[in-house]
Structures are given as C-alpha cells and as structure tokens.
C-alpha cells in the first residue's frame, strides 16, 4: 500500500491554465506539506498542514492554494499557470517531531 | 534557520563504507538532524534521525558530537544501489521551515 500518494505524477499544461494535485496519506499523519524541487534539484517548502490548519506559508504566488478537505488530504490548486511553474512537486507527511517525513513520488508539472 | 552544508558530490567504490559528513553550526536546542535520500524520479526517503550521541538502523548509522555542529551519515557496506543524492536537515519537522540544501550526490562504482 502507497503511504503518500499524489496524483498525476505527470501534467502537462499550457500557460494560463488552472490545475490541480492531489494528494492522500494513510498513515494517520498530523501534517502534510507541499514541497517544490525546481530543475536545480532544491526543494522548498511550499506549504504545510496541521489538522486543517495551515501553519507554514512560505513566500510562494498567492496562485498556489492548498486545500485539505480532511487530516488525510491535502491538494495544491495553482491558477494562472507560468512557465516558472514548471517543476516537481511533492507532498509529504509526518507524525511530529522525531519522525521524518514521508514523502510522495512527486509530480511533474510541464507548462508550455 | 539552521543551514547545512554538505559535500557536493562522493565517489566511493561498492563494498566500502561511506561517511558523508554535513555541518550545521547555528543548529538550535530543539533541532533534530535528519538524513534524506532521494533516487531519481523519487521523492526524498527517510534514512534516519537523531538528536545526539549515536543512532543505528538497519539502514545507517548516524554520529552526532556533543556540540552537534555537525554529523555523519555512515553507510556500511554499499552497494551500486545506494547511489542517490542524501539531504542534512536540520530542524524540527513541526512549525518549522525546514530546509532542504542542495545535499550530497554519492556516485557507487562497481
């Protein structure tokens, strides 16, 4: 069974559009994040989720809104898409402090 | 924000154990240090965490000083397949901004 899954783990868009990710946990995981890995390999962290309540809000577009309808989802809705965008994004999840994260196999968001 | 620096890139040869030290000197009281590994195409795998001392998993061994201003990821043993990039974080997983460097590429040779 898939920890962290996320959905598509391909996208290809053209610029201007809205799209969505998604992304479920069933490991009765606290918190969830969103992470961005851009071609340079760093990952950043976009957002994070704590009981529904977001608790890190890096500097990222307003365009990026997180949406968790309960503990074990969390989706990334990005409107407006640019070129910019274009990169990998990974969901994770953790149980606290002293745990790690698990993380999802990404997805790969092409805009064109 | 504690930062971490680490070597770029390792080259170690399959059947050798590998060390890959990563610096974090401003690490703060709370912090734990965590080591990440990540293949191709994938996300970021746990390998292992501690807060000091020494820590030992069927995977690694982790040795953090008494002043942890720095650790080393150890892995006995290596295989081709152990080939990845491995992130030093510093932080705590929690309402935190934990920070992902540009971690280490480690190249096994057979």
């Known amino acids: ?112 | 924000l504690a930062k971490t620096t680490q070597p770029i890139s390792m080259d170690s040869y399959e059947g050798q154990e590998v060390n890959i030290t990563c610096s974090h000197n401003n690490i703060a009281t709370n912090d734990y240090i965590t080591w990440y590994q990540q293949f191709p195409s994938q996300g970021p795998r746990f390998i292992i965490q501690g807060y000091k001392t020494k820590v030992t998993n069927e995977v690694a061994s982790l040795f953090i000083p008494a002043d942890r201003k720095s650790s080393t990821l150890s892995l006995p043993r290596v295989s081709l397949s152990d080939t990845a990039v491995y992130y030093c974080l510093v932080g705590v997983n929690r309402d935190d901004k934990i920070i992902f460097g540009k971690g280490t590429r480690l190249h096994i040779l057979p």
Not at chain 1, 37 to 45: A, E, G, H, T, V
Request: aromatic share 12%; with cysteine; proline share 4%.
């Open chain 1, 1 to 112: 069974d898939t920890a962290v899954s996320q959905t598509p783990k391909y996208l290809v868009t053209q610029m201007g559009n809205d799209k969505s990710i998604k992304c479920e946990q069933n490991l009765g995981h606290d918190t969830m994040y969103w992470y961005k890995q851009d071609s340079k390999k760093f990952l950043k962290i976009m957002f994070s989720y704590n009981n529904k309540e977001l608790i890190i809000n890096e500097t990222v577009p307003n365009r990026f809104s997180p949406k968790s309808p309960d503990k074990a989802h969390l989706n990334l809705h990005i409107n407006s898409l640019e070129l910019g965008d274009s990169a990998v994004y990974f969901c994770a999840s953790s149980q606290g402090a002293g745990y790690g994260y698990t993380f999802g196999s990404g997805t790969r968001l092409t805009v064109v």
